[in-house]
């Protein structure tokens, strides 16, 4: 062992030694991530055990950079602010593979999704061509949620989550629309309270069309008036009770 490390230089063994301590740390975040979902109801017992012996959550959070949830944990979310606040229109930006509007079938009456990717559009169709109250719409989220907001009779549950990744086929005008998106609806929505789920909360960093954290919170109190604004779990979770004039 010795000879070894005589041949290794140090730099090399002190980005090793840093690599070990650093998945050690890792572990140590990822289960008390995983105790912090059971203990808020999103993840079960069962599911719990399953995740941390056998490590499906690996990539949940690495030092100093947080991943994505599992996506269950996101749907979990959804529907208890669904319920919460008695809303029964889903509205979704990034349609994808329509797994999220699956997931919530039961959970809301009326739901409206954009998709810009013409190939994940028709198979999104053909997915949910049985279902009356599924309405899909192929475009750019960043214009054509105008018109969905402005037809819908209640308050909604607006699931943003339209923004361009590098696993993305087709991108839009923006990388993330969310701007415009939010302009959209402050200008079209007349029920409230309605609540605005904003998802890869990580990617808001000022780059790529995505503003920053303090820049999303400073166009939604001036396009809202906010009842609550909190970030967690990837996601921003909005309230908003009326717009401004």
């Avoid at 069962?46 to 690996?58: A, I, N, V």
């Avoid at 996101?74 to 229109?89: C, D, N, P, V």
């Avoid at 780059?207 to 921003?236: A, R």
Wanted: charged residues 25%.
């Amino acid at each position: 062992m010795t000879l070894i490390k005589k041949l290794i230089p140090d730099s090399l063994l002190t980005w090793i030694r840093r690599r070990r301590e650093q998945k050690r740390f890792s572990s140590i975040l990822q289960l008390q991530s995983m105790k912090e979902l059971l203990s808020e109801g999103l993840i079960t017992k069962r599911e719990f055990k399953k995740y941390t012996s056998q490590g499906l959550l690996r990539h949940y959070i690495d030092v100093g950079k947080v991943e994505p949830p599992p996506h269950l944990v996101k749907q979990r979310i959804i529907a208890r602010y669904g319920s919460e606040y008695s809303l029964r229109t889903f509205i979704e930006t990034g349609t994808y593979k329509g797994e999220m509007i699956e997931a919530q079938l039961k959970n809301f009456d009326s739901f409206y999704s954009i998709e810009i990717d013409g190939a994940l559009f028709e198979k999104a169709k053909n997915k949910f061509v049985n279902y009356d109250n599924v309405n899909l719409f192929y475009g750019d989220s960043g214009s054509s949620l105008k018109p969905i907001v402005k037809a819908i009779k209640h308050p909604a549950l607006f699931w943003l989550d339209g923004h361009y990744s590098p696993n993305d086929k087709v991108k839009g005008a923006k990388a993330c629309p969310i701007i415009d998106e939010l302009s959209c609806i402050k200008d079209n929505l007349k029920f409230y309270p309605s609540v605005l789920l904003i998802d890869d909360a990580r990617l808001f960093v000022g780059k790529n069309d995505y503003p920053t954290t303090h820049q999303l919170e400073w166009y939604l109190n001036d396009f809202f008036i906010v009842e609550s604004f909190e970030l967690k779990y990837d996601i921003f979770r909005v309230v908003v009770v009326n717009q401004r004039p």
